[in-house]
């Protein structure tokens, strides 16, 4: 872990790099968190440390263990959940930004698809980023603050999942025309249509994880 360059830094940007990290999988499931180790990456001393290891933990991304601090793991169980509050959120999520969408928000929405349509065979880690680069977009084009800060909150969670639905044959390129439909009906300022099609899009790929989830039960017990 490259350490940060030092200067004024408080409890939230701690926060925000430590939650960059495992979001990004820099630091895995059962990773230590150390206090000491982390003051010293920040350059600062451990009381904004503590601050933003009891957000994290509060936050379920960091969980007590007999060494301290780690990075939580996520429980299937826990997966499906997200995806089922996903779906429900997404879509109204999806029928607010085509309601109160910009020009400048669908600039960037139609910006995002481009570049993701000219990627050629991006890895996983890849298709996840800029997913989530999409997902954004259209939460921002809500321009409403406390549904981006839950879905944030949400998809931070599937990132740490061993690997994205959008890796599976065939459903980086379903995913794309997906949110290609969405990007017109929002353009369109189609709600119901909005709707619809983000929660399908979600239920797709909640189809995709349980199939995955099926497949890790089945490797372990052979």
């Known amino acids: ?22 979001q990004d999988g820099t630091l895995r499931p059962g990773d230590p968190v150390r206090e000491v ?5 920040f350059g600062v001393s451990r009381t904004p440390v503590r601050e933003a290891l009891s957000r994290l933990e509060h936050d379920r991304l960091l969980t007590s263990s007999s060494r301290g601090l780690v990075v939580r793991a996520v429980e299937a169980d826990e997966v499906i959940q997200i995806y089922n509050v996903r779906i429900l959120l997404e879509g109204e ?8 969408r910009t020009e400048a928000d669908l600039l960037r929405l139609e910006s995002l698809l481009e570049r993701d349509r000219s990627l050629t065979d991006p890895d996983d880690a890849a298709r996840a980023l800029t ?5 954004e ?3 921002t084009a809500t321009h409403n603050p406390v549904l981006q800060d839950i879905l944030r909150r949400l998809t931070v969670h599937l990132v740490r999942t061993p690997h994205s639905t959008l890796s599976v044959p065939g459903r980086w390129a379903e995913a794309l ?27 797709r790929a909640r189809e995709i994880r349980l199939d995955l989830l099926r497949r890790q039960v089945v490797t372990a017990l052979r």
């Open 1 to 22: 872990m490259a350490k940060e360059q030092r200067g004024k830094v408080d409890a939230s940007a701690i926060y925000d790099g430590l939650r960059a990290d495992i």
């Open 37 to 41: 180790a982390v003051a010293e990456r």
């Open 93 to 100: 999520t999806a029928a607010e930004a085509a309601e109160s």
């Open 131 to 135: 997913n989530i680069e999409f997902h």
């Open 137 to 139: 977009a259209i939460w």
């Open 177 to 203: 025309d997906e949110h290609a439909a969405l990007i017109d009906a929002v353009r369109r300022r189609d709600a119901a249509a909005a709707r619809a099609l983000a929660s399908a899009h979600m239920t």
